[in-house]
């Protein structure tokens, strides 16, 4: 769900905040079962009012990913096989390039060590979850659209969402 709105309050220690119109992200379960490797990201409230969301993981030897920019009206979406993607992945860092028949894009992403949150992945076959989701809250995330060589849009988040699950064999 690529800017859904939200509605409603929040009380946090006392403390109430409207959140009508706040914008949000929301995805839905995997199913069953989880990539071995996987990788997630989403910003929004970039300039311009631009959000960009991304996620992949190794699936069968390969790597699908997929990514979506919204730029005011227009969403541009890149995911194989109508599109070239290429990722690459490590601790902390993010780097997807993708190229479809009129746009390509470039998603460029890190967040700090010392801010990461393990969470635990579901393994719904044996009822237990195993700790492996190293999430950041606030990474910072770059985004470049290009059509041709031309840039129609450059923008950064410091408030970026980011994930990579690791292989249970890792953690």
């Given at each position: ?41 989403q ?28 730029l ?49 992945v ?50």
């Open positions: 769900l690529l800017l859904g709105r939200a509605h409603g309050t929040a009380t946090v220690a006392g403390e109430t905040w409207p959140l009508d119109g706040a914008t949000v992200y929301a995805e839905k379960n995997w199913g069953s079962a989880f990539a071995g490797h996987w990788w997630w990201g910003a929004h409230g970039l300039p311009g009012d631009a959000t960009v969301a991304f996620a992949g993981g190794r699936l069968l030897g390969g790597a699908p990913t997929a990514v979506v920019v919204a005011g009206g227009q969403v541009l979406s890149w995911a194989p096989p109508l599109a070239g993607v290429r990722v690459a992945t490590a601790p902390n860092r993010w780097r997807i390039a993708a190229r479809g028949p009129r746009h390509s894009v470039e998603v460029h992403a890190e967040a700090d060590e010392a801010d990461v949150h393990d969470l635990p579901p393994v719904p076959a044996e009822r237990r979850a195993v700790m492996r989701s190293r999430q950041h809250l606030a990474g910072r995330l770059t985004v470049t659209v290009r059509r041709g060589r031309r840039v129609v849009y450059a923008g950064e988040s410091s408030l970026a969402g980011l994930e990579r699950g690791e292989p249970s064999a890792r953690r």
